[in-house]
């Protein structure tokens, strides 16, 4: 009864630098989302995916790119870490659009110095 | 883009005691949520709650929804230490996908 896994929890980035965030699932959830969490800002959608093989952007794309290779997996990835980009990143997953709540997963904190 | 907006920010109760906590929205809304989220942690759903609903329980929660005021409240009774908490509402986003948080509040139950 893993839910939704993130890795890693905690990563410190130099400008410029690239990383990969992955997020799994074991529900077999359609839906999978990535949110990053700022002070005093709740929740932000960066992009999301309504299924493999699919991807769209959401809220706050610039500076990410994602990719769902497979149903179970969801990838984030920061092709250049600004310091902006600091932030504790959230994955989610949903059976399906609107009617049911989220699976979090515990969250990465990334800094980028 | 359309988003909950928490009300208060920060509350602080002492155990026992009741905790309500309000959520504003500006569009209309098929289905509106709430989470826990406990420090360092990811969130955690609570009750989604249509929009032909007025209310609904679970536990010692219970949740309300005034479509004609575009507002939420959740009532926490009875409180516990263990309730202290950031809570959010989420909302319909624009996408039709996915929901908008708002910025959450902030609840301290002190024993």
């Known amino acids: 009864n893993a839910g939704v896994t993130q890795t890693p929890k905690f990563r410190v980035l130099k400008t410029g630098q690239s990383m990969t965030l992955l997020c799994a699932q074991d529900?077999?959830?359609?839906?999978m989302y990535w949110y990053r969490q700022d002070p005093g800002m709740g929740l932000r959608l960066i992009h999301y995916?309504?299924?493999?093989?699919?991807?769209a952007k959401g809220e706050v794309p610039d500076g990410y790119n994602v990719s769902r290779l497979k149903k179970q997996n969801f990838l984030l990835g920061l092709e250049s870490a600004a310091p902006s980009q600091t932030s504790v990143y959230f994955c989610?997953?949903?059976?399906?659009?609107?009617?049911?709540?989220?699976?979090f997963g515990s969250g990465t904190r990334l800094t980028v110095v | 883009s359309q988003q909950g907006e928490e009300d208060p920010q920060a509350l602080s109760i002492q155990e026992g005691e009741n905790a309500t906590m309000n959520c504003s929205y500006k569009?209309?809304?098929?289905?509106l949520q709430w989470y826990r989220q406990n420090s360092g942690r990811g969130l955690v759903h609570l009750i989604l709650?249509?929009?032909?609903?007025r209310e609904k329980h679970s536990g010692r929660l219970r949740v309300t929804l005034d479509t004609s005021k575009k507002s939420s409240s959740l009532l926490i009774t009875a409180s516990r230490a263990a309730d202290t908490a950031s809570y959010f509402c989420?909302?319909?986003?624009?996408?039709?996908?996915?929901?908008?948080f708002g910025p959450g509040t902030r609840l301290s139950v002190l024993p």
């Open positions: 529900m077999n959830h359609e839906y």
């Open positions: 989610a997953s949903s059976p399906a659009a609107g009617m049911y709540g989220y699976t």
């Open positions: 989420a909302t319909d986003g624009d996408y039709g996908q996915n929901f908008v």
């Open positions: 995916s309504v299924g493999e093989g699919t991807t």
């Open positions: 569009t209309s809304i098929n289905n």
């Open positions: 709650i249509r929009s032909n609903e």
